[in-house]
Nanobody, 115 residues
């Protein structure tokens, strides 16, 4: 069974930074898609960033230039470096991976941005 474990969430002031991590365990096989989603209270879940083989990345317009997604294949881990955080970035952040055995989601990690 594949499990994704997230870490790195927390509370930060506007303009601050956080780095989220998501590590896969279990017999995951090949990973061909990784992404971060977020869901704010009362809003739909939205994709924040994704990364595919070849390390091609894409971002939601709202986070371009502030967030960076990356992956470490050897560790089955991906990261989301978040800088210049804004109150509107407050949400539960979820990682997702598409792999040989299907799609797996992390449990979510809370990010709160406020002064």
């Amino acid at each position: 069974q594949v499990q994704l474990v997230e870490s790195g969430g927390g509370s930060v002031q506007p303009g601050g930074s956080l780095r989220l991590s998501c590590t896969a365990s279990g017999n995951i096989g090949d990973i061909n898609f990784m992404a971060w989603y977020r869901q704010a209270p009362g809003k739909q879940r939205e994709m924040v960033a994704h990364i595919i083989p070849g390390f091609n990345t894409d971002y939601a317009d709202s986070v371009k230039g502030r967030f960076t997604i990356s992956r470490d294949n050897a560790k089955n881990t991906m990261y989301l470096q978040m800088s210049s955080l804004k109150p509107e970035d407050t949400a539960v952040y979820y990682c997702v991976m598409d792999h040989t055995r299907g799609r797996s989601w992390g449990q979510g990690t809370q990010v709160a941005v406020s002064s």
